[in-house]
């Protein structure tokens, strides 16, 4: 058997992947505590989507996606679920042309303090605050 790593962030970019396929098992196979990665790099591939596989990394608080093919913004709502998630780079996507990207984002991704490797401000969250409550409105 292959000897695991002890680290906490794994870097997949530059690598042509079009999927997630076998992700998980990939990931256990490689390092002693999947449960613990922190940082995921999958930045420059050729992703369209956002798999709900990166759920099965609780601890996540770096993803990095910049430069793939993500082009629907509501890819973004699979990642609410990641309590940990602080930081997320998705620049370079068909996604950034939607006139909402930023505002959408961080109204759904609520533990974020860096998009796309500049820190929130006030007037970020400010704008997720009024995204939010359009969008409990529209709910009703």
Known sequence: ETEKYKTNGIKFAYNQLGGYDNFTTTINKLIVEPQALELLDLSFNELSTIDPVLLDFPNLKILCLQGNNISDLHEIDKLAALPNLHTISLQGNPIEDDDHFK????????????????????????????????SKKKAK
């Open 103 to 134: 505002c959408y984002t961080t109204s759904k991704l609520l533990h974020l303090k860096k998009f796309n490797s500049a820190p929130l401000t006030k007037q970020d969250k400010a704008c997720s605050h009024q995204h939010q409550g359009k």
